[in-house]
């Protein structure tokens, strides 16, 4: 299993539980653009092409990858390795073969001190297709296995989708950052908020979003389970490249995907959350390092699982990437204070 623990290694999650727990000691609303977001250029090269995708190779089929960001369970992050292991696999492929699914299960969490292997077994090479198999390890034992299919492109006459959630751009909106900047600056902001917050701002998470709401309060009532935020990677990565914003994609289908699954049950805590098993397919061309809406939808959970489905749209309402996920799910209800 992957990125196990209670805040699933997600800014949205991390954020929402904070402020809705441990928050504001009174209710407060706030307006869209109280922060205006940094107008900066975004000149520099991602990080994850320079650090977290760039494999070592060791031998044939054989690679090495290292960590840049390790969420606060201190478990790997589940897009990483799924983000490498896709990685490895399209080195084994012609640059004429493109990702168009991806089909993965977490079987043992990560260990963040140790670098992970990838193993890539030729699994067949087709026309038109080309399916490789991936095995993540370390301490000799797999911590994923990742099966991955590339098509040649080829034209359809057939060609429909599903429509675009209609929201606001994301120019309008406010980065994770600057959402806890902003209650950071509340006199009334509980001090374990705080502190939380400030933990939060440290981490050097190599992605950007922006919630399409701001956490509401009080915040005991259920919500309907669906989530939508704008995401890109941080800095610059360019276009061309598909194999490469297909692997970041990978990286960033991840976060904060398994959250949605406990809008529904506000009165309780995850104690332990963790990703069980991971799909993706590529539909269109796109940008990784350019804002794409993730629409995050959880249809059902039970069992002490958990399932999600994902969308990646494109700014220009073409759908680019398809996801689904499921999760281990162990909860304790919410303590809450006493009125007396």
Request: proline share 7%; hydrophobic share 35%.
């Amino acid at each position: 299993m992957a990125d196990g623990g209670p805040n699933e290694g997600s800014d949205v999650a991390a954020l929402t539980h904070i402020l809705n727990n441990e928050g504001l000691k009174e209710s407060h609303k706030t307006t869209e653009n109280e922060s205006p977001e940094s107008s900066a250029p975004q000149d520099l090269k991602s990080v994850l092409v320079t650090s977290v995708l760039n494999l070592e190779e060791l031998d044939v089929d054989l690679y090495r990858g290292t960590h840049h960001w390790v969420p606060r369970s201190q478990r790997l992050f589940g897009g990483q390795i799924v983000g490498q292991a896709l990685v490895a696999a399209a080195k084994s492929v012609s640059d004429h073969h493109y990702a168009h699914s991806l089909h993965c299960y977490f079987v043992r969490a990560g260990d963040p001190k140790v670098p992970v292997l990838y193993q890539v077994d030729r699994t067949r090479d087709g026309r038109s297709f080309c399916v490789r198999s991936v095995k993540a390890v370390q301490h000799g034992k797999p911590i994923l296995i990742c099966q991955a299919s590339f098509q040649m492109l080829q034209p359809s006459p057939l060609q429909h989708q599903s429509t675009m959630p209609q929201v606001p751009p994301p120019e309008d909106l406010l980065t994770v950052e600057e959402i806890a900047h902003l209650y950071l600056s509340k006199p009334n902001l509980a001090e374990k908020a705080r502190a939380n917050l400030s933990k939060l701002l440290a981490q050097e998470v190599p992605i950007d979003l922006k919630p399409i709401k701001l956490p509401q309060f009080p915040t005991l009532l259920p919500s309907e389970p669906k989530l939508l935020f704008w995401v890109r990677a941080r800095g610059h990565i360019g276009e061309g490249n598909m194999k490469l914003h297909s692997c970041v994609a990978a990286y960033v289908s991840d976060y904060a995907f398994l959250s949605t699954t406990l809008l529904p049950h506000p009165t309780y805590r995850a104690r332990f959350m963790a990703s069980l098993d991971h799909t993706m397919w590529f539909h269109n061309t796109f940008r990784s390092d350019e804002w794409m809406l993730y629409e995050c939808e959880s249809p059902w959970a039970g069992g002490s699982r958990g399932l999600v489905h994902g969308r990646l749209w494109r700014r220009d309402g073409v759908l680019a990437v398809s996801v689904s996920q499921e999760g281990v799910l162990r909860m304790n209800p919410v303590t809450l204070p006493s009125k007396l």
